[in-house]
């Protein structure tokens, strides 16, 4: 089964409709800490796999992600799809536990951050470089997406964009982005639990012709049956922040799902996917992956084979009266 591919966004960018969010080799944020010999190791065989869309972040262990990553795909630039995000200043500030670091979203800082991923990464070009959880006073910010722009031009990144956080939300910022500056693409939660305001986000962004990446595709381990109400995280663990009374309410609308999933004779975790590739503006899934079966299992999905208009009615109607979940932050 061949892994099938979409443009991102407004570039001739061709990315894999399952791409590697790469913060999980660089943090032990989900539970497991992967060594660099089995993370480069899971980075190979997503390629061998059909991935072709690497996202991380400057700050996911410091550089740590972006240098593994340089590292696995030295000597194949051509053939892989390097997105990374910046904003915060990792350099003069230490992050303690989740707790977020001072933000620097300025034209000065923005040429800097990029030559640290560049050198880490081992590359000249980034393929996408996105503002790392912006508030809105950089998203206002015209003098630096002016900047991001001109970068463009220069060649050192080919396309820029906006990765939404750290809660969910985030409504006004990401709208912003996409109706008013020149981006290719924009990240944010979207699941079938939590689809707010992702819906808004799709719909401005099929307008303008803005990729949507979405992450936290299976609402924390919700949809792939890792979770349950007897679930318990270490306090390093991202989910830790999931309360049991969302989780307890979150299970109750999965049953609501099983009658569209056996129709279509999926499980669960399938229809999680390929619910949102359902969606035209979607440009790429980006689940957490931790394993070298977890790579295996996600890349399956992408098969061309989604749901059919009057079933996504269906989806849509099914979230609107039983099983719409407060977002909680992540």
């Not at 972006?66 to 630039?77: Q, T, V």
């Not at 919700?222 to 299970?251: P, Q, Y």
Request: charged share 30%; with cysteine; net charge negative.
């Amino acid at each position: 089964m061949e892994l099938k591919y979409r443009r991102l966004g407004k570039s001739d960018i061709k990315v894999s409709e399952i791409g590697f969010g790469a913060w999980t080799i660089g943090l032990d944020w989900w539970g497991k800490k992967i060594e660099d010999d089995e993370a480069i190791r899971m980075l190979k065989r997503a390629f061998d796999k059909g991935i072709n869309f690497f996202d991380t972040g400057d700050m996911y262990g410091k550089g740590k992600s972006e240098k593994l990553i340089g590292i696995a795909f030295k000597g194949m630039r051509n053939d892989v799809v390097y997105s990374s995000k910046w904003g915060y200043d990792m350099y003069n500030a230490e992050q303690i536990g989740h707790n977020e670091l001072p933000q620097k979203h300025n034209v000065e800082y923005l040429q800097y951050a990029l030559d640290k991923s560049l050198e880490r990464l081992q590359t000249d070009y980034m393929d996408v470089y996105s503002l790392h959880n912006p508030k809105m006073q950089a998203v206002t910010n015209r003098e630096l997406f002016a900047a991001l722009d001109g970068l463009v031009t220069n060649g050192k990144i080919r396309s820029h964009g906006v990765a939404l956080g750290p809660a969910i939300g985030w409504r006004d910022e990401g709208l912003h982005a996409i109706k008013e500056h020149n981006i290719t693409c924009l990240q944010t939660v979207y699941n079938i639990l939590e689809q707010d305001p992702g819906n808004d986000l799709l719909k401005a962004g099929e307008e303008k012709n803005v990729g949507i990446m979405a992450r936290v595709p299976d609402a924390s381990g919700i949809l792939t049956g890792k979770v349950n109400e007897n679930t318990t995280f270490n306090k390093n663990d991202h989910r830790s922040v999931r309360k049991k009374e969302w989780i307890s309410e979150a299970l109750k609308k999965v049953e609501n799902m099983k009658t569209i999933a056996d129709g279509k004779g999926w499980k669960i975790p399938e229809l999680a996917i390929k619910f949102i590739l359902s969606h035209e503006p979607i440009s790429v899934v980006l689940p957490t992956m931790i394993s070298i079966e977890e790579i295996d299992k996600f890349s399956e999905i992408s098969d061309g084979k989604y749901l059919e208009q009057h079933e996504m009615d269906q989806v849509s109607e099914m979230y609107v009266n039983n099983f719409y979940v407060v977002p909680s932050s992540k």
